[in-house]
């Protein structure tokens, strides 16, 4: 059972450790296929250096059809506010970043409904400014999301892998999990057997004993 305490105080420690890191911004690279009629996810992050300064942040996005040469602004959110600036994009792009703030980290947008035009090279511009009290400072970061469009789903080796460990560590659990319970079990059977005899021993020594005085009994008279 010391293994299954260690086990359980381990799997604690773990989830502690990975809801304190939920607050933490994390860049990380945003996909490039998408599946044709599906939505998908324009993934851009700019975290904040210094997560005390106070700052507002602004974000565009801008794309490149194949077969252009020229980026052509398509988003825009400012204060709260977003806006669609090209009319191949209306009813498509929904914000999907930060909310509720100015101080954007997550601008990130969805197309609702890919097709075979939205296929190109996208590109993500976040504009911060940092609040200090006696001046302000300006930063900017511009990140590209080159987007293929395909007609059905491609699954990648990453994702096989992830899979094929999810069901082996389920084997290997349960396996363990049953081994765990027949340990327990005879551990339980053993202890039951032990305490019969025991209750067995005493009762022929009682028997003993009354048999030992009924005869002295008899004895004496």
Sequence with gaps: MTLLTNTIHCALITLTLVSCSWAACVEVDSLSEAVYQQTFK????????????????????????????????????????????????????????????DDLQDVSIFITNVTFQHAGQYKCYVERTLIFPNHDYITNITKFVTLTVVKEANRDLASIISEVMMYVLIVVLTIWLVAEMLYCYKKIAAAGEEALQENASDYLAIASESKENCAGVQVAE
């Design 42 to 101: 324009l993934l851009c992050i700019s975290c904040k250096k210094r997560g005390e300064t106070i700052a507002t942040a602004y974000a565009e996005w801008y794309f490149k059809q194949k077969g252009t040469d020229e980026f052509v602004q398509i988003f825009r959110y400012d204060s709260k506010v977003a806006s669609v600036t090209d009319e191949r994009f209306d009813g498509v792009l929904v914000w999907n970043g930060t909310k509720g703030t």
